[in-house]
């Protein structure tokens, strides 16, 4: 199951994103923290200092993961994978594991916790990179992910409703948007449901820096009571942390809990439905194929010619299988 945490800059998506890591960290076997932001912060927020592991980008080895994920594939003859690909029969996946091929390749990791981290711009990228480029391994990741209801996968991303225009839009099972009380940051979740009403009812809210009563009718007034997931307030603890007291973070955190159990608890209740998930990446592709990738590559249908034998569950089927065969 796959969790992203959106909003507007500042409202707390990454303090929230890494308590929400540790918190489950602290109870189930294994969480995959990605940070997608472009402004990469997720790592500081989690306060470990043990993280060992390559510091790569998913942003800068896009390339080689799309090649990775390929596998044995022979649908494509000479045509580019890309970020929306649909995955066929013989591609390689992922599983949300610490030492699956690729996120042991990638990720950076300090006890039950791998991260991976799509990466900030670089000085080569001014002027000419767009973001949404060097999110295209990071589609292909969580296109080819096979990951079942008691995987944890846990995303902070980019600020706004950027990820609309992306086929991350879908990617997971829930999204959270962190609100602070005021109308620009409330806006952000409000624009986000507006132009993407089909996934409103996967949509929810957390208010955040709640400070007294009139933030609280605020928030409120504007979010509907089966949507947001619970408060937590303008933290003193948090400053006193920042300012360096170490053991304020654990009060912090118990301010956060009441509001994470829910979280938890509204996020298992969700379901996937795979050919759903098929049937929009498909559509997904071809959209963005005849909007400007055929043209991209010269004219060429991109998405002609795939795998229509290819299905999750069948994909999930053989991982099984080899998995019984591994263990007889
Ligand atoms: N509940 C809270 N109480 C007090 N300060 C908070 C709270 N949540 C976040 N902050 C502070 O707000 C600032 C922005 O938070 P951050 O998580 O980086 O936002 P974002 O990732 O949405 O840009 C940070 O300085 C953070 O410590
Ligand atoms: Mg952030």
Request: aromatic share 10%; glycine share 8%.
């Amino acid at each position: 199951m796959r969790i992203a945490f959106l909003g507007k800059g500042g409202a707390g998506k990454t303090t929230t994103s890494a308590g929400f890591v540790r918190y489950l960290a602290g109870r189930h076997p294994f969480v995959l923290a990605i940070d997608a932001d472009v402004n990469a912060h997720l790592k500081g927020a989690l306060h470990l200092t043990d993280f060992q592991g390559p510091e790569a980008e998913l942003g800068e080895v896009k390339n080689d993961i799309i090649e990775y994920l390929k596998g044995d594939r022979l649908d494509l003859d000479d045509k580019p994978m890309v970020g929306t690909t649909p995955p066929s029969m013989k591609s390689r996946f992922v599983t949300v594991a610490p030492d699956d091929k690729l996120i042991e390749q990638y990720a950076q990791r300090s006890g039950n916790i791998s991260l991976l981290t799509v990466g900030t711009y670089k000085e080569s990228d001014v002027g000419g990179a767009c973001y949404h480029v060097k999110l295209t391994g990071l589609q292909s990741f969580f296109h080819h992910l096979l990951d079942g209801p008691n995987d944890l996968v846990v995303a902070d991303t980019t600020a706004g409703t950027d990820n609309v225009a992306t086929s991350l839009s879908f990617a997971y099972d829930m999204n959270v948007f962190v609100v602070e009380p005021t109308k620009k940051s409330l806006q952000v979740y409000l624009d986000f449901i507006s132009v993407a009403p089909h996934l409103a009812d996967r949509t929810y809210v957390i208010a955040n820096k709640v400070d007294g009563p009139g933030d609280e009718a605020f928030l409120r007034k504007h979010v509907a009571e089966d949507r947001l997931l619970g408060l937590v307030p303008q933290s003193k603890h948090l400053k006193r942390f920042e300012q360096g007291k170490k053991e304020a973070l654990n009060d912090f955190m118990a301010e956060q809990q009441q509001v994470f159990e829910k979280v938890f608890t509204t996020w298992q209740s969700k379901k996937r439905d795979w050919q759903e998930y098929l049937d929009r990446l498909r559509l997904t592709h071809t959209k963005v194929c005849r909007d400007w990738l055929d043209d991209y590559f010269g004219g060429i249908k991109l998405d002609q010619g795939l795998d229509q034998d290819f299905s999750y569950e069948r994909a999930i089927a053989g991982l099984n299988a080899k998995k019984e065969t591994v263990s007889v």
